[in-house]
């Protein structure tokens, strides 16, 4: 296949031009301390061109890749000048301060240049193994690398590259479109959520104006459920209001035969919980969410030992905690009036006075006063 083949290509290539990036990193030391601490930078030097001599063929070859070439020859006539100043003259201190100064900046140039030709090489990379007819394995393997540069933080080049492949346009298609693997389609949600903290700004917005919140509820799956958790956490109140009538349907996953899909619902109506205002709240309550939840606690006693934490734990009262310490409401008798609403359906759900008594000493204690 194509990727095979490409992935062949990259072998060498990637590992080599990674070595050669965080080699210059060790040129990139303050190089007034590097003077007064007597450190060697010579062999950091040396070790970059060695890299270099060895990336050479690639570099070459590569026209985007003349700057990096210009770069790693200034770097080796600065090494035979430093070289050359071997003198404790006052002179001599000078002259290697200024010469210390210019490597430490082609450290930073180097390793900028090789960090915009990988980012260009994976973000064309990215588009081709989406746009073809690839196997799962390397659709998850492109999306995770793409993921992972974009948790590294912000770099306005980088956003250039995204912008200009549609990249967002891409993950969009792919997490909305059901003729792909839930398994594809839930690391295109991740690297959605991933874009969105990578910059706010620009990603939230499309987030919003497109179908990707309403398909990742639709989906249902745990990976999904957990991705539009974040995004809510991200996105706040916009959210949760424009996801108001797909509440009911995050809410019917708490019965769902998957655990894992259980406690990512949960997750959601608790985040949801602590943003809604008092329409979400009454919705969610409307929902017979607080028999649900029960419902919930009550698998603890079947649990097996050794099966890991229960995460339904005092869920009834974590739902209570985040509507009266919420955002969402405003006033004050708001909060009171769900309290005593939760405590009464609490009572209803219950199936014995012991029960009962049991989960509304959490409620009023897990309360805030």
């Known amino acids: ?112 240049e090789v960090q915009a030709h990988i980012d260009q090489k994976n973000i064309w990379g990215f ?20 993921e992972n540069r974009l948790n590294q933080g912000f770099d306005k080049d980088y956003q250039e590259l995204i912008l200009r492949a549609k990249v967002f346009s891409i993950l969009e298609f792919i997490t909305c479109d059901s003729s792909f693997s839930t398994r594809v389609r839930d690391r295109a949600a991740l690297a959605v959520l991933a874009l969105v903290q990578f910059n706010k700004d620009v990603f939230v917005g499309l987030v919003l104006m497109g179908p990707i919140v309403r398909t990742l509820i639709q989906m249902g799956s745990s990976g999904s459920i957990q991705v539009l958790t974040w995004l809510v956490k991200i996105i706040r109140t916009p959210l949760v209001d424009d996801i108001n009538g797909e509440i009911p349907r995050i809410i019917s996953l708490l019965g769902a035969d998957d655990m894992a899909i259980r406690a990512a619902a949960m997750n959601c109506v608790l985040e949801i919980a602590f943003l809604g205002r008092e329409e979400v709240i009454e919705l969610m309550l409307g929902e017979d969410l607080i028999e649900k939840l029960m419902n919930l606690q009550r698998l603890e006693t079947k649990m097996e030992e050794g099966e890991g934490k229960f995460p339904f734990s005092r869920c009834v009262a974590g739902f209570a905690v985040q509507v009266e310490v919420g955002q969402g409401l405003e006033e004050q008798s708001e909060r009171r009036g769900f309290k005593m609403e939760i405590l009464r359906r609490v009572r209803e759900a219950s199936v014995s006075d012991a029960e009962a008594a049991s989960v509304v000493a959490e409620v009023l204690w897990g309360s805030s006063p």
């Open 1 to 112: 296949m194509a990727e095979a083949t490409e992935e062949q290509d990259n072998h060498h290539v990637h590992p080599l031009l990674e070595s050669l990036k965080k080699a210059s990193k060790d040129l990139q030391s303050n190089p007034i301390s590097i003077i007064y601490n007597n450190y060697d930078i010579n062999a950091a030097i040396e070790s970059l061109l060695e890299l270099g001599t060895k990336a050479d063929p690639i570099i070459s070859s590569e026209p985007s890749l003349f700057t990096l070439n210009q770069l790693l020859s200034n770097l080796k006539t600065l090494l035979e000048k430093l070289q050359k100043l071997q003198g404790y003259g006052l002179r001599s201190l000078l002259h290697r301060q200024v010469t210390n100064y210019k490597i430490s900046q082609i450290g930073y140039a180097v390793e900028a």
């Open 127 to 146: 588009v081709k193994t989406m746009e073809e007819d690839s196997e799962d394995d390397w659709k998850v393997k492109a999306l995770v690398i793409l």
